[in-house]
């Protein structure tokens, strides 16, 4: 089932040509990685995924139809978004900031409290339920902003959801690092379509099956991690020197510097 279809996607909400000429599909339980310099266009995408950035040309279909013809609240109830940045002053316990993501659901109170259990385990932070949210440390509002946008898509199956997740594994340490990476591929295996953008690129190669490769707007390779991932291409997009390796004991793609 292809959940997400761009052909020629070109974006300039301010005149300035932001993308130009994105094309790929997206199924449901495929992860797609997004990876570039600084400035590359990368959380401009995202935006426009999310419908906040117009399209000026191509055509951007999800579930088959053009995402401007989605009503916003049927949108939230099958996609969600997690910045870079999720600002948040109120003095809101965890469980009411993770309870928001329920918000475009009409599934009652005894369904969102389940959910709120379920999010709270997968995340890491039951621990965290009863503490005030402005109270935390940036790794812990991290992971109660990743269970809040869990909770935005949570159902028995996933197919049809999509999550759009822009750095998810800022602040954690690196046990949560790992932890999250493994959320994120069990959603993906319950049908959920993933689009995340992560400057660790062993962290992307591990978690995606397809990867977009973006330098001032423009798409520059599309492919499986082995494909996209080239001495050549971190050389020509990040002005890098690296090894490009097979991982000794996965079937992945090993990116060190040289």
């Known amino acids: 089932m292809t959940l997400l279809c761009?052909?020629?996607?070109?974006?300039?909400p301010w005149g300035t040509s932001l993308l130009r000429g994105i094309n790929f599909d997206l199924g449901a339980g495929k992860i797609l990685g997004l990876?570039?310099?600084n400035g590359a266009g990368k959380t401009s995408l995202l935006n426009t995924l999310v419908g906040d950035v117009p399209l000026q040309a191509g055509s951007l279909l999800l579930?088959?139809?053009p995402l401007a013809n989605w009503p916003r609240r049927e949108l939230a109830q099958t996609l969600a978004y997690l910045p870079q940045l999720s600002l948040l002053n109120f003095p809101y316990t965890v469980e009411e900031v993770i309870l928001l993501g329920r918000s475009p659901h009409d599934t009652g109170a005894a369904c969102d409290r389940a959910i709120l259990e379920e999010v709270l385990r997968l995340t890491d932070t039951l621990e965290l339920r009863g503490r005030l949210y402005?109270?935390?440390?940036?790794?812990?509002k991290?992971?109660?902003?990743?269970?809040?946008i869990f909770s935005?898509?949570?159902?028995?199956s996933l197919v049809g959801k999509m999550l759009l997740l822009d750095e998810p594994t800022a602040a954690l340490d690196i046990q949560h690092q790992?932890?999250?990476?493994l959320a994120i591929r069990q959603l993906a295996?319950?049908?959920c379509a993933i689009v995340l953008v992560i400057h660790d690129f062993n962290a992307v190669s591990a978690l995606a099956d397809q990867v977009i490769a973006l330098k001032n707007g423009r798409q520059m390779a599309y492919g499986k991690p082995g494909e996209v991932f080239t001495e050549k291409m971190f050389q020509e997009l990040f002005d890098a020197d690296v090894v490009v390796a097979k991982h000794p004991s996965r079937d992945q793609t090993l990116i060190i510097p040289r």
């Open 189 to 191: 295996a319950r049908g």
């Open 142 to 148: 991290q992971r109660v902003q990743l269970a809040r």
């Open 63 to 65: 579930a088959g139809r």
């Open 152 to 156: 935005q898509i949570w159902q028995e």
């Open 134 to 140: 402005t109270q935390l440390s940036g790794g812990e």
């Open 6 to 12: 761009l052909r020629d996607v070109c974006t300039a």
């Open 35 to 37: 990876v570039g310099p």
């Open 178 to 181: 790992q932890s999250i990476a």
